[in-house]
């Protein structure tokens, strides 16, 4: 890769489900020992005092609120962040119903400048957005915004973390993304989004992985023991930090492996400003591995529900046959807890920035359609994620119909696959009522049975019993991807 240009720099289909791969009715292996050796601890001074660190963030935040994203920016064609943001997707997987988000209260803990407020307001209509930030400058943005865009039920106030408990009130679901890992005690940071969790509320959060950051981190030791970060960093700090990556040889190390291939120099400044300061002067970013997230839950009484992107932590799916596994490892896999999967897979393949989660009060959870009764199948209700229920797909199911070919259910909510979901287009036409609203499976069997009144084989007709049986074998595979949720009555 070239110099970076300083010009203009001071402008400022073997379907594994969720609780397959992440059940959480295993036993938690509690074993926290570090896994890696502590070398940046060695280098590093003592911790500055927890008021300290955080008024050195506030002023890193102040200075440049993240995320950049323009005011005008949405996020209504990003479906992913749509899906992965709404309370249907958490509150489904941990209580297997579907919720209706109007009149809910979503608090956005650490709402930087107000993006995933935003994203979090088109995820759930209907709720009323809260969102807290140390950062004053952060908290105007993000009021900015959410008016720009014209959301009116939403308010955001200039508060830690720890304080969350003044405002008086009490979240259906908590969206905490990427500050956990900045808190000097992130434990004390999930105890107060606990006490103003609902019971049956969720929370959303993460970590930064150890493995997957490890260059950053030592990047971070370098320049923090060059003194760079002895105060927040500014244009100063920038300025030295891209001119010494520049100086160095192509070859270096810490060059080839954190600034080499990553198009910086096609980058805007305000973008380059963004990357270094999350990536190799962000104050008081610490890393962490799965036993250490669960052994934080554990210490505060939360239980995991599962991981955000669930089908991106599938340990079995980093072998060429997921289906015929050695035995060690079919035998090992069979039996190990879901803490344990999580750890091989951040061992074997560490490519998640975020140990992105889920969690919430321990208590029962919901029952999976895989556990369900014939009797709990008759009376089931069907639904379509609010995430797919576009007019675009929808469209793309109708011309599918029309011309016979496959339908991609997936087209635009790909965050719970691995490879497209293809449904053949006269099984897929029974789907279309669930565009107009929740739909009885009989409902979608009798449909079945008007698509495809005889059987394409011996041309018998095909009877009610096998239509619902043809139904509840598609419904069953998209309920693992989320695309349907069912319900019992």
Not at 278 to 297: C, V
Request: proline content about 8%.
């Amino acid at each position: 890769m070239g110099q970076v240009d300083m010009q203009g720099w001071n402008d400022p289909l073997n379907v594994r489900r969720p609780s397959q791969i992440i059940s959480t009715t295993q036993e938690v292996n509690r074993d926290t020992t570090p896994l890696m050796p502590q070398v940046m601890s060695q280098a590093m001074p003592p911790d500055p005092a927890p008021d300290s660190a955080q008024d050195k963030i506030r002023q890193q935040f102040d200075y440049g609120p993240y995320p950049r994203i323009p005011l005008d920016t949405s996020p209504k064609g990003d479906y992913n962040d749509l899906f992965r943001h709404s309370l249907v997707t958490a509150a489904y997987l941990r209580h297997r119903r579907v919720v209706d988000t109007h009149d809910k209260v979503i608090l956005d803990a650490g709402c930087g400048s107000g993006y995933k407020a935003l994203v979090l307001a088109l995820a759930n209509p209907g709720a009323k957005i809260v969102g807290i930030d140390l950062s004053e400058k952060s908290v105007e943005l993000a009021r900015q915004r959410l008016q720009f865009h014209g959301v009116e039920n939403a308010e955001f106030y200039p508060l830690k973390l720890e304080q969350v408990g003044e405002l008086g009130l009490e979240f259906d679901y908590i969206n905490c993304d990427e500050v956990l890992y900045l808190l000097p005690d992130p434990a004390a940071g999930l105890r107060a989004m606990k006490s103003v969790l609902k019971p049956d509320g969720i929370l959303r959060t993460n970590l930064h992985s150890l493995y997957q950051r490890f260059l950053f981190y030592r990047a971070q030791t370098l320049f923090q023991f060059l003194g760079l970060l002895d105060t927040p960093p500014g244009d100063l700090e920038e300025t030295v930090v891209i001119e010494t990556m520049n100086a160095l040889k192509n070859d270096v190390r810490l060059k080839a492996e954190t600034w080499m291939g990553r198009n910086l120099e096609q980058i805007t400044p305000d973008k380059m400003k963004e990357y270094l300061g999350a990536n190799f002067l962000l104050i008081g970013d610490t890393g962490y591995t799965i036993p250490q997230l669960f052994a934080l839950l554990e210490q505060v009484d939360l239980e995991f529900v599962s991981m955000v992107e669930w089908r991106h932590w599938d340990v079995t799916e980093l072998f060429q046959d997921p289906d015929n596994l050695p035995a060690f490892w079919g035998m090992s896999l069979a039996t190990a807890s879901i803490q344990e999967r999580l750890h091989v897979f951040e061992l074997l393949h560490p490519v998640n920035r975020l140990l992105d989660f889920w969690c919430a009060h321990p208590g029962p959870a919901g029952v999976p359609v895989d556990d369900w009764s014939d009797a709990e199948w008759q009376t089931a209700v069907v639904h379509l994620h609010p995430q797919l229920r576009t007019a675009d797909l929808k469209d793309d199911l109708i011309r599918c119909i029309q011309t016979a070919k496959p339908f991609e259910i997936s087209r635009f909510v790909t965050l719970p696959t691995l490879a497209p979901v293809l449904l053949e287009a006269s099984v897929a036409a029974c789907l279309l009522p669930l565009w107009d609203g929740p739909q009885p499976i009989q409902a979608l069997a009798e449909r079945y049975r008007q698509v495809r009144p005889v059987d394409p084989v011996t041309l018998e007709p095909v009877l009610a019993a096998d239509a619902l049986v043809a139904v509840r074998e598609m419904l069953n595979r998209l309920d693992a991807f989320l695309y349907v949720l069912l319900e019992s009555a």
